[in-house]
C-alpha cells in the first residue's frame, strides 16, 4: 500500500486545514486509518483514527476541532482540522493497518505532510 498525504501548510490560528490521504495499491476500506504527527523535539503522536468500519477516536487535544472521515469509493481518508491552534504545529502521516490471513499485522506509512500554524 502507497499513501500520499497532501494539504497541508501554513495557517492563521483558529483558521481551518484539510488533509488528505489518497492510497494505492490496495482496497482502503481493508484498512483502519489513522492520523499522526510528529512535532520538532517530540515523539509521534496519534491525533485520529478511525476503523474500517468507520468507528472514530481521537486524541484529547484534538476532539471537537478536528474530524476524521473516509471515503472508500475514492480510497481516500481526510482529516478536518478547524480551530487550530499553534501547538498544532507538525508533521503529520497518514497510517493504514490490517490484519492479513498469512502476513499478520500489517503497518503502511505515508510520507508526512507540514502544518504549521502561526500565532
Known amino acids: 500500500v502507497q499513501l500520499q498525504a497532501s494539504g497541508g501548510g501554513l495557517v492563521q490560528a483558529g483558521g481551518s486545514l484539510r488533509l488528505s490521504c489518497a492510497a494505492s495499491?490496495?482496497?482502503?476500506?481493508?484498512?483502519?486509518m489513522g492520523w499522526y504527527r510528529q512535532a520538532p523535539g517530540k515523539e509521534r503522536e496519534l491525533v485520529a483514527d478511525i476503523s474500517s468500519g468507520g468507528k472514530t477516536n481521537y486524541a484529547d487535544s484534538v476532539k471537537g476541532r478536528f474530524t476524521i472521515s473516509r471515503d472508500n469509493a475514492k480510497n481516500t481518508v481526510y482529516l478536518q482540522m478547524n480551530s487550530l491552534k499553534f501547538d498544532d504545529t507538525a508533521v503529520y502521516y497518514c497510517?493504514?493497518?490490517?490484519?492479513?490471513?498469512?502476513?499478520?499485522?500489517?503497518?503502511?506509512w505515508g510520507k508526512g505532510t507540514q502544518v504549521t500554524v502561526s500565532s
Open positions: 497510517n493504514a493497518e490490517t490484519v492479513l490471513p498469512v502476513a499478520g499485522l500489517v503497518n503502511y
Open positions: 495499491g490496495s482496497t482502503l476500506s481493508l484498512y483502519d
